[in-house]
């Protein structure tokens, strides 16, 4: 199973389609947040079976703030961030993985690419398709789960 993921795609849709391009086959397409409607556009012209969450950006439409989901086995959480203070810290999403509920909590808002494994899963922000910050690349996830478990990785979007 791959899921590819990206956040925080702000309309920007050369970045989105060339990000998709280059994750390759996946089997399903994770957006945490800010323009929760290029993930839905996506999702209709492509026909990817997309699961996908407002930001803080996202006033405008109408969408949910968190996502559940199990895929294999394990569980994930797909939030925007922004409700947990991550552009100071991802102390209290760290201390949601804590309590034993999700193998994996995928966020944005940072627009920084970040992988932390910590007892139990990891924490994945996948970056900025669109608007990377702090000296990082514009950049896109792939979740890959099989036979060595549930591994995230970052990817640098090439132009």
Known sequence: MRIGVVSDTHGKAEFFRKA??????????????????????ISN???????????????HVQGPQEEELEVEGFRILVTHGHLYGVKT???RLAERLKKGKYNLIIYGHSHVPEITS??????????????????????????????????????????
Request: hydrophobic content about 40%; some cysteine.
């Open 20 to 41: 998709l391009e280059q994750m390759g086959k996946i089997d399903l397409l994770i957006h945490a947040g800010d323009h929760y409607r290029d993930a839905i556009g």
């Open 89 to 91: 810290d991802n102390t």
């Open 45 to 59: 012209e492509l026909g990817i079976k997309v699961v996908a969450v407002v930001g803080n950006c996202d006033w």
């Open 118 to 159: 910590l007892p139990g899963g990891f924490l994945f922000n996948p970056g900025s398709v669109s608007s990377p910050r702090q000296g990082s690349s514009r950049s896109f996830g792939i979740v890959e789960i099989g036979k060595n478990g549930l591994v995230p990785y970052i990817h640098q979007l090439k132009w």
